[in-house]
């Protein structure tokens, strides 16, 4: 399990997490939403993205994670980071990286 924290303290939020602190544009929160819902709310916030961008997407249906690894590859962004991590009430939660492909 991997201890992960997110801060909102400056213009660009960071996501720290094991291998050190990663910096994210946007960020998107699909908890509670099931396939396809988190797919579709990703590919609408990528669009919007400049490129090169990156999106943190937060997520609990455990579908996410194949959903974000073929959306990534089909459409040429990179899935920079996806990490598990439990909530408050134990539950699993799933933190992703998403970066826009370059223009």
Do not use: W
Not at 9 to 14: E, L, R
Not at 92 to 101: A, C, E, G, N, P
């Amino acid at each position: 399990m991997v201890a992960s924290s997110v801060s909102f303290g400056s213009v660009y939020p960071t996501y720290a997490h094991a291998g050190g602190v990663l910096d994210f544009d946007e960020a998107l929160d699909t908890t509670g939403l099931v396939c396809p819902e988190p797919l579709m709310l990703v590919r609408n916030a990528v669009r919007k993205l400049a490129g090169g961008a990156v999106l943190r997407v937060i997520a609990t249906d455990p579908t996410t994670e194949r959903d974000f690894q073929h959306f990534c590859q089909f459409m040429g962004h990179s899935l920079l980071t996806s990490e598990q991590t439990l909530d408050a009430a134990g539950r699993v939660v799933l933190l992703f990286l998403i970066q826009k492909k370059a223009a």
